[in-house]
């Protein structure tokens, strides 16, 4: 991994998180904060539609995001499901999807034109699916997204991903691995590093924090920017899991422990901010 860039200054290796955020701070109207959700802000479940976020994480942000310029959730949840696990959070925008939704500060809901023809087609591989996967794999049907679980079954994990991955071929999708799950998703030019990359053109700063391998293109979207711009702060963040082992540890300049832990992070670095 090249080295965090922290401008003028010499960078440390390891990062060390504190001076990373005294360094935000005298950018913090320019900085932007990107989320994950599930894993990130909110532990894994069996059922995922039982998620909730952790309310310490949560509170944080509600306090952040006055503080920064943007503050963004970036998910393969739909909006609509964001907002209702987010209760009375606002100011903040919502990417779900992967981005081919999105939603700013409480906005109407917009999704990608291209997407939209897909939705049928969505709507018949979830029934394929519930009709032709084993007991124990849970079909999660997103409008424009067939997320295949297996969490339950794990002895399944080899038969649902051959499945969907044939699937895909035959309909031309894209397939996303994740924390076992196997997402099927429309052929449309969007994902979180697009999503990522986009936000902060503008940006003189952003952290991203993320869990999963799809975290990892948010992750090379700010060393790319960072590239590009010296005078750029960025940093990634991973919130380590044993599904994912090292590799998207390996693609971050920290690492916090769980979403209960990401939530004393974000409150202490309230503590260093203006």
């Known amino acids: 991994m090249p080295p965090l860039n922290l401008g003028n200054q010499q960078p440390r290796t390891p990062l060390n998180a504190d001076q990373a955020w005294r360094t935000t701070a005298g950018r913090a109207a320019g900085t932007v904060l990107f989320f994950d959700f599930d894993g990130t802000l909110a532990p894994v479940?069996?059922?995922?539609?039982?998620?909730?976020?952790?309310?310490?994480?949560?509170?944080?942000?509600?306090a952040l995001a006055p503080v920064v310029q943007r503050v963004a959730i970036v998910s393969a949840r739909p909006v609509e499901f964001l907002r209702e696990r987010l209760g009375g959070l606002t100011g903040v925008d919502l990417y779900g999807l992967y981005g081919l939704?999105?939603?700013?500060?409480?906005?109407?809901?917009?999704?990608?034109?291209?997407?939209?023809?897909?939705?049928?087609?969505?709507?018949?591989?979830?029934?394929?699916?519930?009709?032709?996967?084993p007991p124990g794999t849970l079909v999660e049907f997103k409008r424009l997204s067939v997320a295949l679980h297996w969490r339950?079954?794990?002895?399944?994990?080899?038969?649902?991903?051959?499945?969907?991955?044939?699937?895909?071929?035959?309909?031309?999708?894209?397939?996303?691995?994740?924390?076992?799950?196997?997402?099927?998703?429309?052929?449309?030019d969007r994902?979180?590093?697009?999503?990522?990359?986009?936000?902060?053109?503008?940006?003189?700063?952003?952290?991203?924090f993320g869990d999963d391998v799809s975290d990892i293109k948010a992750f090379a979207a700010l060393r790319a920017r960072a590239a590009a711009d010296p005078?750029?702060?960025?940093?990634?963040?991973?919130?380590?899991?044993?599904?994912?082992g090292h590799?998207?540890?390996?693609?971050?300049?920290?690492?916090?422990?769980?979403?209960?832990?990401?939530?004393?992070?974000?409150?202490?670095?309230?503590t260093h901010l203006p």
């Open 152 to 188: 339950t079954a794990p002895q399944l994990g080899s038969t649902v991903q051959q499945w969907g991955q044939a699937q895909a071929d035959r309909l031309g999708l894209r397939v996303q691995a994740g924390r076992m799950v196997l997402e099927l998703k429309p052929p449309v």
């Open 231 to 244: 005078d750029f702060f960025g940093v990634c963040v991973a919130v380590a899991n044993p599904e994912t």
């Open 101 to 133: 939704e999105h939603s700013h500060s409480d906005g109407e809901i917009v999704t990608e034109p291209a997407a939209l023809p897909w939705v049928p087609t969505m709507a018949e591989l979830a029934d394929l699916a519930r009709a032709e996967l």
């Open 45 to 62: 479940d069996d059922d995922p539609t039982a998620v909730r976020p952790a309310p310490r994480a949560l509170a944080a942000i509600e």
């Open 191 to 208: 994902d979180k590093g697009m999503v990522i990359g986009e936000v902060i053109r503008d940006a003189t700063g952003a952290w991203y």
């Open 247 to 270: 590799e998207v540890a390996n693609a971050a300049d920290l690492t916090i422990e769980s979403p209960d832990a990401l939530g004393d992070f974000l409150t202490e670095a309230l």
